[in-house]
């Protein structure tokens, strides 16, 4: 890509404007940074042009990895794997941010999402109009009840006025097909303008580091009809794909004292799946389904993927009620459902299997009952069995599973969620007045699911299948309802004082009611943690007042200064089948502290800066930003797990979580950005950030309520009496220094492009005594317009683009353990070349 664009403001803000022809901001064609955008925080966009250099077919949120502030890492090129993509803007991860697509909610991005898909999935990325991100705090009409610390917005193109048809053919490592149709119908006439679209995508990828394959369909449709009354858009997108889970690796500290000792322990780099190696898995694994003991926590699955079906519609009116009124409506709706699937030993799960499937189980011994691994070896203090009836236990498990040695977990995914956003907008001289509101309801249902990996068929076992369409569930673990409502209202003025200073200032209210329940409760002993069933009931939360203040003044019409203040609120995550949400404490009395004396997170947000847009002699140009913002971030909530798990923690039996509120973070930061353009030849775009943020006290990992935080520093490094020291450390997974490099040639009907993205050390444990090294990466794309009108075409492109062009190896996203001693890493993805031919007729 070559520079990011400064946003416009976006009138109205509340309607999701998504025309990159007409809303999109000043030379975004050229990608500069502007300075002359009467923003009162720091706002940046890509637009489409831009996007599509890094990668065609790149996730929208891959796309903005370049800006200053932000860290987006995956393990794929395209940034379209979920399951280890991880996003910080300013020190918040990805469930602290909002994000909307056309100004419709896309919930908050966990991977085990309950109230939202990623925009990757709510769009098809050549029909990406352009991205918006706000870093500090996103604007008072934004649809998200997430946005603590900015906001991520993605825009769809609008349908051209002219007929015509574009085909982009993709091919490249790791046997990369993709395929993009799309379809304009240019103005049908009938008053006013009247103009569709209809689109398809189709991607297959092989994994690189196994035989696994990313692939899937999705469509979309946009209709709109714009005349002196008003504008209607009507959108609709369908996406069914599957991913395949990249594992990460377990690194250990090599004690557990407080030392800055890195890592010694070797761990391998990436840990490739066995699929579809049957027969080789099941040599791997023992008879009883145990992985090799030397292997730990590293042990090696059969095979993970993740499995989404989306539809997502709105319809929006922006009726214009005089020449200084204009009324937005939209209505929306989006149903999927979805599967989460890892495939591995029977033994790494026995904890959960045995309650259910062992019928003499309730019989038992306490200390006769398998371990982790442990599927038919006797606990050395159980003297109520043989060596040999453990092993038959053992053996008579295996079988109830299929014979493999092997079981299959799913978390099953059903969200209906539809909502209303409204905004009217008064353009009364030196003021612009805003008022709107945003309400939704969304009910969602999670099943954690165990299924049989049978020996005589292995076909049957297979990552492009979901369990539940070839057989019946072994055991329902759980099953979690929730019924959620949201409600937002915003007023806002913007207030031209004179001519230099621009006011704005307004407020909004984040409203939740949600109530959650389990048809479903996990047999006991099979959830770590839990000694009664999971917690029920409901939680509302009401904050009425949430302000935001800002102001620009400009200086010459070149040089203007900025400044915001806000407060943001994190409404309390209602997922049902994991950790983040009071929902899944292992007790009802932790919840019952929640929904009485709890407090979501919150945060203020302090930002000021300067812009500078100056254009010299001979086509030389200057567009520069200098940002400082301070967050001062309450109550943060950390899930503490009982049995650190999932995937990414080499298990996949998992447990319960405490949820406790560990005190706040204090963050002082600067971002530093500057575009130099020689004319349209050259450009060189460059961006620095520096983040400190730092936790406030220490917390207890033996919390059982809500009083995590300890209000002490008791320093050092070691965990004593179960306090952990992170008094006074730095945030871990997010590093202090970021810098970003585009240079952009442009020669004739060729261009070239070279991005540098430097990511500084990480700490990769709450303590900071253990930490992964920076990377540089590289990449590098090449265009070259070929002669259209010669091949019968309105236009003509072949790209050349590679990722990681020093195949550089390194840690990419980072999973923080909530112990001290151990944390996961998932690798950089190698050097990647794709060929692309881009045509239309």
């Given at each position: 890509m070559a520079a990011p664009a400064q946003a416009q403001d976006r009138t109205p803000s509340a309607t999701g404007e998504n025309a990159p022809e007409g809303n999109a901001p000043e030379n975004a064609g050229d990608g500069s940074i502007l300075v002359t955008a009467k923003q009162t925080r720091s706002a940046t966009a890509i637009p489409a042009s831009e996007i599509q250099k890094i990668l065609p077919g790149v996730s929208p949120l891959k796309a903005i990895q370049t800006l200053p502030g932000v860290l987006y890492v995956t393990a794929d090129p395209w940034g379209n794997n979920e399951q280890n993509?991880?996003?910080?803007?300013?020190?918040?991860?990805?469930?602290?941010?909002?994000?909307?697509?056309?100004?419709?909610?896309?919930?908050?991005?966990?991977?085990?999402?309950?109230?939202?898909?990623?925009?990757?999935?709510?769009?098809?990325?050549?029909?990406?109009?352009?991205?918006?991100?706000?870093?500090?705090?996103?604007?008072?009409?934004?649809?998200?009840?997430?946005?603590?610390?900015?906001?991520?917005?993605?825009?769809?193109?609008?349908?051209?006025?002219?007929?015509?048809?574009?085909?982009?053919?993709?091919?490249?490592?790791?046997?990369?097909?993709?395929?993009?149709?799309?379809?304009?119908t240019g103005n049908l006439g009938g008053g006013g303008t009247n103009a569709g679209y209809v689109s398809v995508a189709r991607q297959k990828a092989k994994a690189w580091d196994f035989n696994g394959w990313q692939g899937g369909w999705q469509a979309n449709a946009k209709f709109v009809h714009d005349d002196a009354v008003g504008k209607l858009t009507l959108y609709f997108d369908y996406n069914d794909m599957t991913q395949p889970n990249e594992d990460a690796t377990v690194f250990f500290k090599p004690s557990a004292g407080g030392t800055a000792t890195?890592?010694?322990?070797?761990?391998?780099?990436?840990?490739?799946?066995?699929?579809s190696d049957f027969n080789g898995y099941r040599s791997y694994i023992n008879?009883?389904?145990?992985?090799?003991?030397?292997?730990?926590?590293?042990?090696?699955?059969?095979?993970?993927?993740?499995?989404?079906?989306?539809?997502?519609?709105?319809?929006?009116?922006d009726a214009r009620i005089a020449d200084n009124v204009t009324l937005s409506n939209s209505i929306y709706f989006h149903h999927n459902d979805g599967a989460g699937v890892v495939a591995g030993p029977l033994g790494q799960s026995i904890t959960t299997a045995q309650p259910y499937l062992d019928p003499n189980y309730a019989s038992l011994p306490a200390n006769c009952r398998f371990g982790a691994n442990g599927n038919g070896v006797r606990p050395a203090a159980c003297t109520a069995l043989t060596d040999?009836?453990?092993?038959?236990?053992?053996?008579?498990l295996v079988a109830a599973t299929g014979g493999s040695g092997m079981i299959t977990r799913t978390t099953e995914y059903r969200i209906d969620r539809g909502g209303a956003i409204t905004a009217l907008n008064m353009d009364l001289g030196d003021h612009q007045i805003e008022l709107g509101g945003w309400f939704e309801h969304n009910s969602t249902t999670q099943w954690r699911r165990w299924y049989a990996v049978p020996a005589g068929n292995p076909g049957l076992s297979t990552p492009y299948i979901r369990p539940l369409e070839v057989m019946q569930p072994l055991f329902t673990q759980y099953q979690g309802e929730a019924r959620i409502n949201q409600l937002q209202l915003h007023v806002q003025d913007t207030w031209r004082v004179f001519e230099p200073l621009l006011v704005q200032f307004g407020f909004k209210t984040s409203a939740q009611w949600a109530n959650g329940w389990y048809p479903v409760q996990p047999r006991l002993g099979s959830l770590s943690g839990l000694t009664g069933g999971l917690p029920v009931g409901k939680i509302n939360t009401l904050k009425w007042f949430l302000p935001a203040v800002g102001a620009t003044w400009d200086f010459n019409g070149h040089e203007e200064a900025y400044f915001n203040v806000q407060k943001n609120l994190r409404q309390y995550q209602a997922y049902l089948a994991g950790g983040g949400g009071p929902w899944f404490t292992g007790s009802q009395t932790a919840f019952n502290a929640f929904a009485n004396d709890g407090k979501p997170e919150s945060s203020w947000t302090y930002e000021a800066g300067l812009r500078t847009h100056r254009t010299f002699g001979g086509g030389i140009g200057l567009d520069a930003q200098i940002n400082y913002y301070r967050v001062d971030f309450s109550d943060r909530l950390l899930a503490i797990s009982t049995n650190p798990g999932g995937i990414a923690g080499g298990q996949i039996?998992?447990?319960?979580?405490?949820?406790?509120?560990?005190?706040?973070?204090?963050?002082?930061?600067?971002?530093?950005?500057?575009?130099?353009?020689?004319?349209?030849?050259?450009?060189?775009?460059?961006?620095?950030?520096?983040?400190?943020?730092?936790?406030?006290?220490?917390?207890?990992?033996?919390?059982?309520?809500?009083?995590?935080?300890?209000?002490?520093?008791?320093?050092?490094?070691?965990?004593?009496?179960?306090?952990?020291?992170?008094?006074?450390?730095?945030?871990?997974?997010?590093?202090?220094?970021?810098?970003?490099?585009?240079?952009?040639?442009?020669?004739?009907?060729?261009?070239?492009?070279?991005?540098?993205?430097?990511?500084?050390?990480?700490?990769?444990t709450y303590s900071n005594d253990a930490s992964v090294g920076s990377y540089f990466l590289t990449s590098l794309s090449v265009g070259v317009d070929l002669p259209a009108e010669m091949l019968g075409m309105k236009k003509a492109k072949l790209s050349l683009n590679i990722t990681n062009l020093g195949d550089i190896k390194g840690v990419s996203t980072l999973s923080v353990g909530s112990a001290t001693n151990n944390y996961s890493a998932y690798p950089i993805p190698p050097r990647q070349w794709f060929l692309t031919y881009s045509a239309g007729f």
């Amino acid at each position: 890509m070559a520079a990011p664009a400064q946003a416009q403001d976006r009138t109205p803000s509340a309607t999701g404007e998504n025309a990159p022809e007409g809303n999109a901001p000043e030379n975004a064609g050229d990608g500069s940074i502007l300075v002359t955008a009467k923003q009162t925080r720091s706002a940046t966009a890509i637009p489409a042009s831009e996007i599509q250099k890094i990668l065609p077919g790149v996730s929208p949120l891959k796309a903005i990895q370049t800006l200053p502030g932000v860290l987006y890492v995956t393990a794929d090129p395209w940034g379209n794997n979920e399951q280890n993509a991880q996003i910080f803007i300013h020190g918040f991860a990805g469930n602290q941010l909002g994000y909307t697509m056309d100004g419709i909610p896309l919930g908050d991005q966990s991977y085990g999402n309950y109230n939202g898909l990623s925009p990757q999935r709510a769009v098809i990325s050549e029909n990406v109009g352009r991205v918006v991100v706000a870093t500090g705090a996103g604007d008072l009409a934004t649809a998200s009840n997430s946005n603590l610390g900015g906001t991520v917005e993605t825009y769809s193109s609008d349908p051209t006025q002219a007929f015509g048809v574009t085909a982009n053919q993709t091919a490249g490592s790791y046997n990369t097909s993709r395929t993009f149709l799309r379809l304009d119908t240019g103005n049908l006439g009938g008053g006013g303008t009247n103009a569709g679209y209809v689109s398809v995508a189709r991607q297959k990828a092989k994994a690189w580091d196994f035989n696994g394959w990313q692939g899937g369909w999705q469509a979309n449709a946009k209709f709109v009809h714009d005349d002196a009354v008003g504008k209607l858009t009507l959108y609709f997108d369908y996406n069914d794909m599957t991913q395949p889970n990249e594992d990460a690796t377990v690194f250990f500290k090599p004690s557990a004292g407080g030392t800055a000792t890195p890592v010694q322990l070797y761990t391998p780099y990436t840990k490739p799946f066995f699929y579809s190696d049957f027969n080789g898995y099941r040599s791997y694994i023992n008879a009883l389904g145990n992985s090799p003991a030397a292997q730990g926590g590293n042990y090696r699955n059969y095979y993970s993927d993740a499995q989404r079906t989306d539809y997502l519609t709105y319809a929006r009116y922006d009726a214009r009620i005089a020449d200084n009124v204009t009324l937005s409506n939209s209505i929306y709706f989006h149903h999927n459902d979805g599967a989460g699937v890892v495939a591995g030993p029977l033994g790494q799960s026995i904890t959960t299997a045995q309650p259910y499937l062992d019928p003499n189980y309730a019989s038992l011994p306490a200390n006769c009952r398998f371990g982790a691994n442990g599927n038919g070896v006797r606990p050395a203090a159980c003297t109520a069995l043989t060596d040999a009836q453990a092993a038959a236990r053992g053996a008579a498990l295996v079988a109830a599973t299929g014979g493999s040695g092997m079981i299959t977990r799913t978390t099953e995914y059903r969200i209906d969620r539809g909502g209303a956003i409204t905004a009217l907008n008064m353009d009364l001289g030196d003021h612009q007045i805003e008022l709107g509101g945003w309400f939704e309801h969304n009910s969602t249902t999670q099943w954690r699911r165990w299924y049989a990996v049978p020996a005589g068929n292995p076909g049957l076992s297979t990552p492009y299948i979901r369990p539940l369409e070839v057989m019946q569930p072994l055991f329902t673990q759980y099953q979690g309802e929730a019924r959620i409502n949201q409600l937002q209202l915003h007023v806002q003025d913007t207030w031209r004082v004179f001519e230099p200073l621009l006011v704005q200032f307004g407020f909004k209210t984040s409203a939740q009611w949600a109530n959650g329940w389990y048809p479903v409760q996990p047999r006991l002993g099979s959830l770590s943690g839990l000694t009664g069933g999971l917690p029920v009931g409901k939680i509302n939360t009401l904050k009425w007042f949430l302000p935001a203040v800002g102001a620009t003044w400009d200086f010459n019409g070149h040089e203007e200064a900025y400044f915001n203040v806000q407060k943001n609120l994190r409404q309390y995550q209602a997922y049902l089948a994991g950790g983040g949400g009071p929902w899944f404490t292992g007790s009802q009395t932790a919840f019952n502290a929640f929904a009485n004396d709890g407090k979501p997170e919150s945060s203020w947000t302090y930002e000021a800066g300067l812009r500078t847009h100056r254009t010299f002699g001979g086509g030389i140009g200057l567009d520069a930003q200098i940002n400082y913002y301070r967050v001062d971030f309450s109550d943060r909530l950390l899930a503490i797990s009982t049995n650190p798990g999932g995937i990414a923690g080499g298990q996949i039996a998992g447990g319960t979580s405490i949820l406790v509120n560990v005190g706040d973070v204090r963050t002082n930061g600067v971002d530093a950005a500057f575009t130099l353009r020689f004319g349209r030849t050259f450009s060189f775009y460059n961006a620095t950030s520096y983040n400190l943020s730092k936790y406030r006290s220490d917390y207890s990992s033996a919390a059982t309520g809500i009083g995590g935080a300890t209000n002490s520093c008791i320093g050092g490094f070691l965990v004593v009496g179960g306090v952990v020291p992170t008094c006074g450390k730095q945030l871990p997974g997010t590093p202090k220094w970021m810098n970003k490099s585009v240079a952009t040639l442009n020669v004739g009907p060729v261009e070239a492009q070279l991005v540098g993205d430097y990511v500084g050390k990480r700490f990769a444990t709450y303590s900071n005594d253990a930490s992964v090294g920076s990377y540089f990466l590289t990449s590098l794309s090449v265009g070259v317009d070929l002669p259209a009108e010669m091949l019968g075409m309105k236009k003509a492109k072949l790209s050349l683009n590679i990722t990681n062009l020093g195949d550089i190896k390194g840690v990419s996203t980072l999973s923080v353990g909530s112990a001290t001693n151990n944390y996961s890493a998932y690798p950089i993805p190698p050097r990647q070349w794709f060929l692309t031919y881009s045509a239309g007729f």
